[in-house]
């Protein structure tokens, strides 16, 4: 089987949900990471448990009327921290959102998810004390993560190398094992040397998938399909991953194949899904 795999997408209640997975298999796709989505956010774990559940149960839905082997990632979306920060403060915000790390992290322990995430740090400019405390708490949810053998999806602004060496030394840090840190809307860094060990999930413009594959086989496609009824396709399209593994087997067809079967081995590898 080729593991057509979309690492990063996102169902809703109020979207397509398992209509969308439907159409992603129809053109082929194999495998799919949901990622919860922040909702109206309110300072309580009970805000957190009740994404879960609603990312659980869209799973659990795709799993009874697909084939689709469904992943699922779930945890604190960093822009809510900064909502929060600003209801109850900074002390309260880092221990409501490490007791939803470990939340998250039971449920990846207990089988019923397969990653920590997204969590991470703003994607625009904060004023530098938000900045060290989103990096604070980023660190600690690492440590978390390390706690339960989770691998972690991680959001932040837009990557250059300086980003990856940063997370890298945070994971590093804790103890927290390098190709485990995944990076969610990542460039085409395949290299050691531009993404510091972190393993890449990027953003698969056929640009960015190109240039992937003619520096190496170790990383994953994501679409960051929103599933949003006011912004339809946004930020890809459910269907755009297997049309790139379609693109990569006409275009590079021998090193499609190592891509294949390095797939297989990185799923298992870092979800402990044997495909």
């Given at each position: 089987m080729?593991?057509v ?5 996102h169902l ?16 082929g796709?194999?495998?799919l ?5 922040p909702?109206?956010f ?13 990312t659980?149960?869209?799973?659990d ?11 699922v990632?779930?945890?604190p979306?960093p ?8 209801i ?6 880092e ?13 990846v ?5 397969h990653?920590?995430?997204e969590?991470?740090?703003p ?5 530098e ?11 600690k949810?690492i ?5 339960y053998?989770?691998p972690?999806?991680l959001h ?8 990856f ?27 050691e ?17 190109r ?7 170790t990383?994953?496609?994501?679409t ?9 396709g ?18 590079f ?14 799923i ?8």
């Amino acid at each position: 089987m080729i593991p057509v795999f979309d690492n990063h997408v996102h169902l809703q209640k109020k979207g397509e949900n398992v209509n969308a997975a439907k159409r992603y298999e129809r053109k082929g796709g194999k495998i799919l990471n949901i990622c919860n989505i922040p909702g109206e956010f309110r300072p309580s774990i009970d805000y957190f448990e009740e994404i879960y559940n609603e990312t659980l149960s869209i799973a659990d839905r795709v799993r009874k009327e697909t084939s689709l082997t469904v992943l699922v990632t779930i945890g604190p979306y960093p822009v809510d921290a900064l909502k929060s920060v600003e209801i109850i403060g900074k002390e309260k915000t880092e221990d409501l959102f490490l007791r939803a790390t470990d939340y998250a992290g039971k449920l990846v322990q207990n089988g019923m998810a397969h990653a920590i995430g997204e969590i991470g740090r703003p994607h625009f400019n904060v004023d530098e004390d938000l900045w060290e405390f989103s990096n604070s708490l980023l660190e600690k949810q690492i440590a978390i993560a390390k706690d339960y053998d989770s691998p972690v999806i991680l959001h932040t602004e837009s990557a250059t190398k300086e980003t990856f060496m940063e997370i890298s030394r945070m994971g590093e840090k804790v103890g927290f094992k390098r190709w485990k840190m995944i990076k969610h809307y990542s460039p085409p860094f395949i290299l050691e040397e531009e993404n510091y060990g972190i393993f890449p999930s990027i953003i698969s413009s056929r640009d960015n998938i190109r240039q992937a594959i003619m520096k190496g086989t170790t990383f994953f496609m994501e679409t960051d399909f929103l599933d949003d009824p006011m912004r339809r396709g946004a930020v890809m399209d459910i269907e755009t991953v297997p049309k790139r593994y379609i693109m990569l087997q006409q275009e590079f067809p021998e090193l499609f194949e190592k891509y294949v079967q390095d797939s297989k081995i990185n799923i298992l590898r870092i979800y402990g899904v044997e495909i």
